[in-house]
């Protein structure tokens, strides 16, 4: 179940808002098997550590694994909007994060 929710920095005064605390990027793949799972949660780590540490604005990140699907989804958490889009925008994205995710999914 995917939800997708459009947030508008638009509020009236007599309508309530939902808080928007952080923004996240995620990003789902289908492993074949524990053994690529466990792999990827090693590659993850590494990214995490070398990659995603020095990045403005990251909070953190979440994996989460169905083990009888093998559905394998990552969750990269940021203190705002403009530090996502940042990010995204950035070599560390293009150059770093992309290859791992191409990787990942192998």
């Not at 524990?34 to 909070?59: C, H, I, N, Q, Y």
């Not at 203190?79 to 293009?94: C, N």
Request: a negative charge; charged letters at 30%; glycine letters at 4%.
């Amino acid at each position: 179940l995917a939800w997708n929710l459009q947030v508008t920095g638009r509020t009236f005064a007599h309508e309530r808002s939902l808080p928007v605390t952080t923004v996240c990027r995620v990003s789902r793949l289908k492993m074949m098997n524990e053994e690529g799972a466990m792999r990827a949660d090693d590659m993850l780590r590494s990214w995490k550590m070398e990659v995603m540490e020095t990045v403005p604005g990251f909070l953190g990140v979440v994996r989460r694994v169905c083990k009888s699907e093998w559905d394998y989804e990552i969750e990269v958490r940021f203190e705002s909007h403009e530090s996502l889009e940042e990010w995204m925008a950035s070599d560390k994205f293009q150059m770093e994060t992309l290859p791992t995710l191409a990787e990942l999914a192998k």
